[in-house]
């Protein structure tokens, strides 16, 4: 009965520990995501930054937003990164002027573009997450310091994607090599902390129901189990014993008395 029991209880461990480093793997390829994601956006905010910078030089001499001759260098941009999916130039009113590719100029770009990019023309940039790209803008000032427009980038999420593939296989092979040793050794700990536990209560069970059968029974005896090693055990029982050798005397000294009085 006891081993089942300590089987049992170390048994439960397993399920707790699996699920333990489950979540934790989990939580660990979510924050590598979201790290390696905003490694992402950081790569392609400088790129879109160095437009920019291109652009507001063009303006501060005194060309206008939608006369500048940048087209060849967003294609070339495009060109030198294949996880580049276009680079656009809009203007305040979400009309593409440029673009690494002629069929969308002219065209207005997403209201969620528009949206954010008025509210985050203060910082130094916005990113937007679509189902099937990155997005990462960054906004276009004219010499007084008024915004004009904004250069965005759209990006693959092939690159991320395969990442995180590649990290959450090698999460699940180190992950399942720690998951088994540590449900070995936490299950046979388990077996041998409770088993040793059992034993004493086995023990002391013993000695109680002889203390319990009126057997006399010395202390010395007890001490002499070597199942019994817990302090605790040996200090409950002492008391027990205590107990038992003062309400022997209790009764004696009372029957004394009867008998005193009877005579």
Partial sequence: MFFG??????????????VGITITSALSLHKFSQTFSNLINSRFEFVTGEIRNGIQTQLDLGLLLENLEITQILEEYQIS????????????????????????????????????????????SWSLKERNAGVVGVTIKNNLGQDVG???????????????????????????????????????????????????FRSMGKIMDIVK????????????????????????????????????????????LDEGKEN
Wanted: aromatic fraction near 8%; include cysteine.
């Fill in 81 to 124: 990164d294949d996880q580049i999916l276009s680079i656009e130039v809009f203007d305040g009113r979400g009309v593409v002027l440029h673009s690494s590719d002629s069929s969308s100029v002219s065209d207005l770009v997403p209201e969620d573009w528009i949206n954010s990019w008025r509210l985050n023309s203060a910082g130094s």
């Fill in 150 to 200: 904004s250069v965005v980038l759209r990006y693959s999420h092939n690159l991320l994607d395969q990442n995180v593939k590649d990290q959450a296989q090698r999460l699940i092979a180190v992950n399942s090599i720690a998951t088994l040793i540590t449900i070995l050794v936490a299950f046979f700990t388990a077996m041998f902390i409770l088993g040793r536990l059992c034993s004493e």
């Fill in 5 to 18: 029991f300590a089987f049992r209880t170390a048994l439960l461990l397993v399920p707790i520990l699996v």
């Fill in 213 to 256: 059968s009126n057997k006399k029974m010395d202390e010395e005896i007890i001490q002499q189990d070597t199942n019994l090693r817990t302090p605790v055990f040996h200090g409950f029982i002492s008391r027990v014993l205590n107990t038992n050798k003062e309400m022997d005397l209790t009764i004696m000294k009372a029957r004394s």
